[in-house]
């Protein structure tokens, strides 16, 4: 699929729709931790700087300050590296904006591997399992700058914490101009009778040449994208678990307590499936290109193909 697709940083329509929002509605502001470049935040800085608020890296203050802004009647959307929004300031995301219902957007960039050089120190992958554990948090994983873009501009609108996921590793879009997003639910990129290969932000794309391959191995597999982990697309988990003979969930966090563990805990109660989780296994991941450290897990295209014909029985005739 990419071999002459664009590729694209979610991060810049980020911060493209966050000063359309801004344009349209003074209540928005922006609170960063020394995070304006690395959130593409510059222009927005240049164009509105009496409404951005820079903390330094003193990522519970941030949302300290965030949560008060909101309190006043502002639309704060806090943006930090996700590793350090998530871990550093845990408790006062669960405090000052769950507990107090306060309306904070958070925007975690660069997640999952994509500081792939500076180790487990920068790796987020255990955002998403403590964000599913805080009550009142909707979480939203996009998959390209399309669904970026329509995810910031409802969270303006949205009562209430959000938690947005902006991968900074570029993909291809996989949703048509004009595509809607709608939280809370997915999207079916490709139709499949035999398989579904559930996905959100940067594995998306790679399931869908997963089942490209798929699909030359005569196996016929649906794609479904899954952008809103809480609350998820109950009915089209159950679908998929209905239509088709099991379920792949693939992300680029932890196997521990995401989409694939959201997903398990549905089916489990409603339609038990056989179904595979790949993501990342209960260990730090290592320090390593994010590419290499995808195939290490099993969350590329061609890993998405082995689980998949393994889960069915079949044989890959995909290298390892």
Request: one cysteine or more.
């Amino acid at each position: 699929m990419t071999g002459n697709v664009e590729l694209w940083d979610c991060r810049t329509a980020f911060s493209q729709a966050l000063e359309s929002l801004a344009a349209q509605d003074d209540r928005v502001v922006v609170v960063v931790n020394d995070s304006v470049g690395s959130s593409k935040l510059t222009a927005f800085a240049e164009r509105f700087p009496d409404r951005i608020v820079n903390v330094g890296i003193a990522e519970q203050d941030m949302v300290g300050v965030a949560a008060g802004l909101a309190s006043s009647g502002m639309i704060p959307f806090v943006s930090a590296a996700a590793s350090f929004l998530t871990a550093r300031a845990l408790e006062q995301i669960k405090v000052d904006a769950a507990y107090a219902a306060s309306n904070v957007k958070f925007c975690g960039m660069s997640p999952g591997l994509a500081y792939g050089s500076l180790g487990p120190t920068h790796h987020s992958v255990e955002d998403i399992s403590w964000l599913r554990a805080i009550p009142g948090v909707q979480i939203v994983v996009p998959s390209d700058p399309v669904e970026t873009a329509g995810a910031v501009r409802w969270a303006g609108g949205a009562p209430g914490p959000v938690f947005l996921r902006i991968s900074r590793s570029p993909v291809p879009c996989v949703n048509k101009p004009g595509y809607d997003f709608r939280p809370g639910k997915a999207v079916r990129l490709r139709d499949g009778g035999d398989v579904s290969i559930i996905a959100n932000g940067t594995v998306v794309w790679r399931a869908l040449e997963a089942a490209d391959e798929l699909a030359r191995q005569q196996v016929d597999a649906r794609v479904v994208s899954m952008p809103t982990v809480k609350p998820l697309d109950t009915a089209a988990v159950l679908a998929a678990a209905e239509q088709t003979a099991g379920i792949i969930t693939v992300e680029e966090a932890s196997v521990t307590g995401g989409l694939g563990a959201a997903v398990a805990a549905l089916l489990a109660e409603r339609h038990p499936s056989p179904m595979r989780i790949l993501g990342v296994p209960d260990e730090f991941a290592p320090v390593g290109d994010e590419n290499w450290l995808m195939d290490r897990y099993g969350i590329s295209s061609s890993g998405i193909v082995r689980a998949t014909l393994a889960m069915l029985g079949h044989e890959s005739s995909v290298g390892n």
